[in-house]
């Protein structure tokens, strides 16, 4: 293997480590998010549940309460919360999101531990070539979906910081981090 294709494999692989890290982040910001609202709707759930055995008050105590603390008002916006928070959960589906992610992340890894074969072992010329052409196809097929720009900066920084891979190829565009 050459100089060049040598660099160039390891740019691949620093681009694809770059992409799993992204993806793993997706993965726990659209889990950890499927959780908190999970737990924010069925805590709220179960107060409505039991603000009708809420101790009674007297009649001037609860005159002198703030709008949203009394009771009719509690209960119906509470409600719109919930209705509003499973909503939420049942049409943009962060668990599924939390998974797709996951597994893209996978592949991710499992395409870079190939390019590290390629890159530890001895081939041919035309057995390199057939390998980094088996490589490309594989990550032209993997699906495409988009990572936060956020996340895909925070993976560019995991990446750089474990000062495994050389410079980046001078006429690739910086990432901005």
Request: aromatic share 16%.
């Amino acid at each position: 293997m050459s100089e060049s294709q040598e660099k160039m494999i390891l740019d691949w692989m620093r681009k694809i480590h770059q992409l799993e890290y992204a993806h793993r982040y997706e993965s726990l910001m659209w889990s950890k998010r499927q959780t908190v609202i999970g737990y924010l709707a069925f805590g709220l759930s179960l107060l409505i549940a039991f603000s009708f055995r809420f101790p009674s008050i007297e009649q001037t105590t609860y005159d002198n309460l703030f709008f949203v603390f009394k009771h009719d008002f509690f209960v119906a916006f509470t409600s719109l919360v919930v209705a509003l928070l499973t909503g939420y959960l049942t049409f943009t589906k962060p668990s599924e999101k939390a998974v797709l992610h996951k597994n893209t992340g996978s592949n991710y890894e499992k395409l870079r531990h190939r390019i590290e074969l390629i890159l530890t072992m001895e081939y041919q010329e035309w057995e390199f070539k057939k390998r980094t052409e088996l490589i490309k196809d594989e990550w032209e097929s993997l699906d495409a979906i988009n990572v936060s720009p956020k996340f895909f900066v925070k993976g560019s920084k995991e990446v750089k910081s474990m000062n495994k891979y050389p410079e980046r190829l001078g006429f690739l565009p910086d990432i901005q981090e």
